[in-house]
């Protein structure tokens, strides 16, 4: 037997629901923001990952999925989303939209060679967004705005922001200086890992899992401290319009984040929930001013946050958050070889208009296809025999009430509809309209 790659997983149909509500919310809070959908390639010259995420961060240096295809050409399997969408705006040149910010979000799978874990798999899905062309701290805030009311539309409780700056190039650039000064006498006591990071990155050696909690580096000097004059204007303008639209938030000052494109504000949403275990952090994101400009592109600056949508749902198993039961309209038992034909007829109608219809594909004795309405959980079953195709009607059962009723063959569409809008209505004939037909 052929078994999934370790670390992938099938979704199946009885968790798609889950998705596609997850999808659906997804949709509806991007509308909210004026977030436009975009869909980029699952794989990409591994170059632009090189040259985006970094060479010395450990997604590049020990987790991408490269290979070279048959024309020779080196590939990787997107392991984030940010990359893909900058590559694309400036391959068609969406910085010239009149449209601008440019608003785009997506949703998609993405590959990591890490080590499979409850909430960290190899293949996983994120749902991210970017707004770029624009400078404003204010768009820092409404990026943290959107992440948060997709959490609060999800109904996800215990949820913290955790923000902090790393500041423009000049703070930056003082920063390190200020890490390698503060590092330099102590290196030798941090792990390897850690010792060839500081040669090639000082700054990735903050998020290195080894050592990431030691006291060394929990003493190390933050990045708050060393912001520019203009970098803390611009991190004070994303702290006060977070503070005018009600999010709470709290200051991380040794919060950096593994990419190393990001300036200025980097945040992460973390939820503190049994079910999410180790892995709290849902979500995170961040300025960055300068990617576009490193791939090649105008000086277009930009931000932008991806969720981990499987830690979502794992963050969703905490709550009572009952799906909505799957169920079908109808359910048409067939009994006997003449009724086949009429059968297919009436249940095209059916679906012509708009019902969602099933049937028995094995000939099965009655009680079995009743035991197969059930499972599919039709409000209605149709039943059609040899009788019922000679009088041209249908008998109709209520599955809720377990009514039955014979029904012409032309009036069956009605009678269903109709059956379906006062179960789904719940005035219990309070309402105007009720009021009238009572
Ligand atoms: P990052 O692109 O590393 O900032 O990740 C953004 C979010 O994606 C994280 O906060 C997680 O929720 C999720 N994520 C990252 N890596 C994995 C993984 N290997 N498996 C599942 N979710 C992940």
Known sequence: MITKIKGTYDILPSETRKWQELEEVIFQVSRLYNFKEIRTPIFEASELFHRSVGETTDIVKKETYDFSDRGNRLVTLRPEGTASVVRSVIENKLFADPNQPQKLYYVGPMFRYERPQKGRQRQFHQFGAEALGSYSPAVDAEMIAYAITLLKALRIPKVTVKINSLGDQESKEAYRAELVKYLEPKISELCSDCQSRFQVNPLRVLDCKIDKDSPILVAAPKP????????KIHFQGVLDRLQAM???YVIDKSL???????????????ADLPTLGAQ???GG????NDLVKNLDGPDYPAVGFAFGMERILLALDSIDNPSKPDYIHAFLIVLGQRSQAK????MMRLRHGGLIVDTDFFGRPLKAQFKQAQRQNAMYILIMGDDEIEKDVVNVKNAKTGVQETIKSADLYQYIVQGIQSQSHSCNGQCESCADEC
């Open 280 to 282: 709290a952090t849902i």
């Open 256 to 270: 950096v984040r593994g990419l190393d494109y990001y300036t200025h504000t980097v945040f992460e949403l973390e």
């Open 224 to 231: 708050l401290d060393s912001l520019s004059p203009l970098a």
């Open 343 to 346: 059968a297919a007829e009436v």
């Open 285 to 288: 994101g961040g300025r960055y």
């Open 246 to 248: 009600g999010v709470d």
